[in-house]
């Protein structure tokens, strides 16, 4: 396969690195499960305020990206087109931080109290 020699990078280390790749991965997804699976007592209370605060935090930036758009009447939009163009970066890193808060408290519910 001939590729533009700008974008073959990830291409080229996908297929000559795949199996370790894969192998990494899932070591360190199986050492991620297993810590929160025996996640408890005071750890636990940490990491649930760490991703309620996440949570919380998330939605007041997207509240606070939408405000314009919430002030002209329009309350069932979604999407980063919907924001103001000076707000869009706002709105794409609250979701991202909603997207972490709810990783985290899926998570949470792997481990025994």
Request: hydrophobic share 55%.
């Amino acid at each position: 396969m001939d590729y533009d020699r700008r974008s073959n990078g990830w291409v080229t280390f996908l297929e000559h690195w795949w199996l370790l790749f894969v192998i990494v991965v899932a070591v360190v997804t199986s050492q991620v499960l297993m810590f929160f699976e025996n996640l408890s007592g005071v750890p636990w209370i940490y990491f649930f305020v760490a991703s309620f605060v996440l949570l919380l935090s998330g939605a007041a930036l997207i509240v606070y990206a939408k405000f314009p758009v919430y002030r002209s009447g329009r309350f069932f939009t979604l999407g980063v087109k919907s924001v103001p163009e000076q707000r869009a970066g706002c709105y794409c890193w609250a979701w991202r931080i909603v997207l972490f808060g709810v990783v985290l408290s899926l998570c949470l519910l792997l481990s025994k109290q």
